[in-house]
């Protein structure tokens, strides 16, 4: 009974706190309707930026914020001790091992789903009916990276060579003649390799939709002006397609690069981060939810937020390039 009471009193307070933000928002919009002459553009700012702007400021300046301070904390916040959590991050063994576990995801899964992308973009662009097949691929994006680990985790099935095979690797190895297939979740390092495949897996389908439609997009009479000028095969893709394509390529390479940097939830659900395959976003929860360590915690957070500042100024740069040249 206490905990049904308990329950009612937190979805009353939850529909309260969204009532009163829904009065907020009729009352400003009310008297940003009304607002005229000089007041007429300054009302409609906070009209429209207002909320927007304090929901920024609660979601994500104030967390970011704390989560900074908290980096220079101990475990339980209470004390400062410096840069001791990012020297840990820095200069102990096993995580020297997660940084390049997840430097390795960074390069290997964004190129290998960025070149396959481009590869059946141009491939799918020649046949007949291109969107059956375009769907078929694009479909695993909208499987979580929970479910598409628990799929593969039935690819990876380890059971004796001597019982029935449930997993599709190790059957596959079984008919090639490998008699006793490994546990490929345990087999270091190349378990590291199998979990990328699962974000490549899921990620080609991204990159040959928008490829594709840069594809597209190319102007035919270029085209045709490089055919007649001898462009065919190779270098009319290297030569033409690549330079035209080259901004999209560059957002697709980086879009996926980020994806790849913050990557939980595959990990956790094949490995927990276990045998060898941890990496940063792994680590920080485990750190912070598990250990309950919340300067180890948010210095790995913090490490996070900084690697990805730099992929996001990049895009937006190449971003600004293509408006200046369109």
Known sequence: MEEFTSGLTKIGTGLAAVAIFLGLLLIIFFVGARAKGKLQFPAAMIVFLGPAVVLLAYGLIAPAFLTTVGSFQNATGQDFVGWANYSWIFTTESNRKVLLNTAAWIVIAPLFSTGIGLMLALLLDRMKRESI??????????????????????????????????????????WIGMDDPPNWLLWQPWNNFFLMVIMIWI?????????????????????????????????????VTIPMVRGTLIVVFTTIMIAVLKIFDIVRTMTNG???????????????????????????AVVLFVAVIPLIAYNVMQLRKERTIR
């Not at 190319?218 to 030569?239: C, H, M, N, Q, Y």
Request: hydrophobic letters at 50%.
């Open 133 to 174: 097949s375009k769907s078929l691929i694009f479909m695993p994006m909208a499987i979580s990276f929970v479910g598409a680990g628990i799929i593969w985790g039935l690819v990876y099935e380890y059971r004796d060579p001597s019982g029935v095979q449930v997993g599709l690797m190790s059957q596959i190895a079984q």
């Open 203 to 239: 990620q080609v389908g991204f990159a040959m939709v928008v490829l594709s439609a840069a594809i597209k997009a190319i102007p035919g009479d270029v085209v045709e002006a490089a055919e007649l000028d001898g462009a065919t095969g190779w270098k009319l893709f290297s030569r």
């Open 274 to 300: 276990n045998f060898g395959t941890q990496v940063v976003a792994n680590e920080m929860y485990a750190q912070a939810f598990v250990q309950f360590d919340v300067g180890r915690g948010s210095a790995m």
